[in-house]
């Protein structure tokens, strides 16, 4: 049985984000074949509203890549922030030390549950991509308004159920391939603005238009096969799905629906 209703299992998780392998492979399908070339890192890093001086975490960090596009900016680097990248993962942890350390940036391994910083610390926090693995969401909210300072913005990117995920739902279902259906995944678009504001006065959420087109479907099974919530998926289906996304071309692409997002909140 593939069992894909456990995002948040603590174990998957540190398997999965042990190194930067899965994600990297994650990321490649996406800078391949998306049809929005702005590139949702790059829309990300356009919405935050940096300025002199401003303290920054940001949690669940993975490999850094958002960075990029600050480090490449010599006016942003000039404005003197104190900035802190973040992950539970010790690989994720090693990596970001590696690639980051000693450019205006400092690295710490925490859990957002139990985030080590005094009350009202930050002007800015952010979490992108990650609060879907979280178990407990309002803990980790709740940390997360804590440490931020009362007219400080809390930015937190996540997926939508309407999207990669639920085409490939419909894909397993229709070659009758068994999984487990009761998908749990804690933060989504569609119920973000709620939990949010249980903690912050004020909640936005901003939609990214995009989708892919994939002509290689083995890049597209590789990425199935790399994800935390379908460890459980059988090789021996592969075949089946290679010609199945095959037949489902057209004029010679895959078109595979995205809904991702950005949450916008504040305390006041």
Not at 66 to 95: A, C, K, P, R, T
Not at 214 to 231: G, K, N, P, R, T
Request: charged share 25%; hydrophobic share 35%.
């Amino acid at each position: 049985m593939i069992d894909i209703s456990n995002m948040s299992s603590k174990a998957v998780l540190e398997e999965q984000y042990r190194n930067t392998d899965n994600l990297a492979l994650r990321k490649s399908l996406h800078d391949k074949y998306s049809v929005n070339k702005m590139g949702f890192q790059n829309w990300m890093f356009g919405q935050y509203p940096f300025r002199a001086g401003m303290k920054v975490l940001e949690l669940g960090s993975g490999r850094g890549e958002l960075w990029n596009v600050y480090l490449d900016d010599d006016i942003l680097q000039g404005y003197g922030m104190d900035i802190i990248l973040s992950d539970f993962s010790e690989g994720m942890v090693d990596h970001l030390r590696q690639n980051y350390m000693g450019k205006g940036m400092s690295v710490r391994k925490i859990d957002i549950s139990d985030i080590p910083f005094e009350d009202e610390t930050f002007d800015l926090v952010i979490a992108n991509s990650m609060l879907y693995h979280v178990k407990d969401i309002d803990c980790a909210l709740s940390e997360v308004g804590r440490v931020l300072k009362k007219d400080g913005l809390f930015y937190c990117s996540t997926l939508g159920r309407n999207g990669m995920t639920q085409y490939l739902y419909h894909a397993l279902d229709e070659l009758g391939i068994p999984y487990h259906h009761s998908l749990n995944i804690s933060f989504t678009l569609q119920n973000g603005t709620e939990l949010l504001r249980k903690q912050f006065a004020k909640v936005e959420r901003r939609d990214y238009e995009d989708a892919l087109e994939i002509d290689c479907i083995e890049d597209y099974l590789a990425y199935i096969y790399s994800m935390a919530s379908l460890q459980g998926l059988d090789r021996g289906y592969y075949d089946i799905l290679l010609d199945y996304f095959n037949s489902r071309k057209v004029n010679g692409y895959l078109h595979v629906p995205k809904e991702y997002g950005m949450f916008v909140a504040g305390k006041a």
